[in-house]
């Protein structure tokens, strides 16, 4: 996990008073900006990784905030799921906001792309099972914090999720596509109980995750002619869970520069 920023209360703020997020895919990448982004304006953030949280991390009270989970495990994930339970009603938190950020797309050799062919029914099972499957199974489970608190939920898509990607695998697209589709039904479903359901469709994102080759997709597919900020991607998740986005419901909110126009 990157090193996280220190988070102090609000002054005069009550845990009931004050927002948390709770947010999977936290260590790195898109995940540490909307950590930072959330934590500098007084949110409560409960982390969420595959990892344990790294002592060297200068994050006050960071290991009572961090959940290690595998979400690739149905089981792993519902007991997730009630440890922040127990986590919101002991802080006495309302639940703001999930972001459901994490997700995976396993390579070829030498980092090639995999394709429908190529990829292994075990990987097509394992994508699904963090990228679509984990997030549903985080809300329902969440459905009454979420609730209480006339929160939102934020999944994270792909523009991959809507055409054929030349780096993103066949089983990685497939289930961004299908994550968009899942937040209709969710915005459909979460919004007579109050709760607001969005995605973020980011594009080429300047992270480690990069594929050899993105400066030339860059400078041909990009009308910006440069690649997104993480920081960028956490001002659109944030706008998305907070009240001026109060009437977006079932949107997908793309962040790719004109990558998709």
């Known amino acids: 996990m990157a090193p996280l920023v220190i988070v102090q209360a609000m002054p005069n703020t009550t845990n009931a ?7 999977t895919g936290a260590s790195r990448g898109i995940g540490h900006a909307t950590v930072k982004r959330f934590a500098s304006v007084g949110w409560r953030v409960l982390t969420c990784s ?21 979400l690739s495990d149905p089981s792993d994930t519902a007991r997730a799921v009630a440890e922040m339970k127990v986590r919101l009603k002991d802080q006495g938190s309302r639940l703001n906001a999930l972001v459901n950020n994490a997700g995976i797309s396993p390579k070829g050799a030498e980092g ?19 990228n679509f ?28 999720g809507s055409r054929v990607h030349p780096f993103a695998g066949a089983a990685y697209a497939t289930s961004k596509a299908a994550l968009m589709g899942l937040t209709r039904e969710m915005a459909a479903d979460f919004g007579p109980r109050g709760v607001r359901i969005n995605a973020i469709s980011p594009g080429e994102i300047d992270t480690t995750i990069l594929s050899a080759g993105t400066g030339k997709l860059v400078d041909e597919q990009i009308p910006m002619h440069r690649l997104g900020e993480p920081e960028e991607v956490a001002k659109a998740i944030y706008f998305l869970c907070t009240e001026q986005s109060s009437y977006v419901n079932g949107a997908e909110l793309h962040i790719n520069g004109g990558q998709h126009v």
């Open 17 to 23: 008073e004050r927002k948390t997020l709770i947010l």
């Open 50 to 70: 595959r990892h344990e949280f790294p002592r060297n991390c200068p994050w006050e009270m960071g290991p009572e905030d961090h959940i290690q989970v595998d």
């Open 112 to 130: 090639s792309r995999l394709g429908a062919i190529e990829t292994t029914l075990e990987d097509w099972q394992h994508v699904f099972q963090v």
């Open 133 to 160: 499957f984990a997030p549903i199974i985080l809300a329902r489970g969440l459905v009454e914090e979420l609730q209480r608190a006339k929160g939102a939920v934020v999944n994270v898509t792909s523009i991959a």
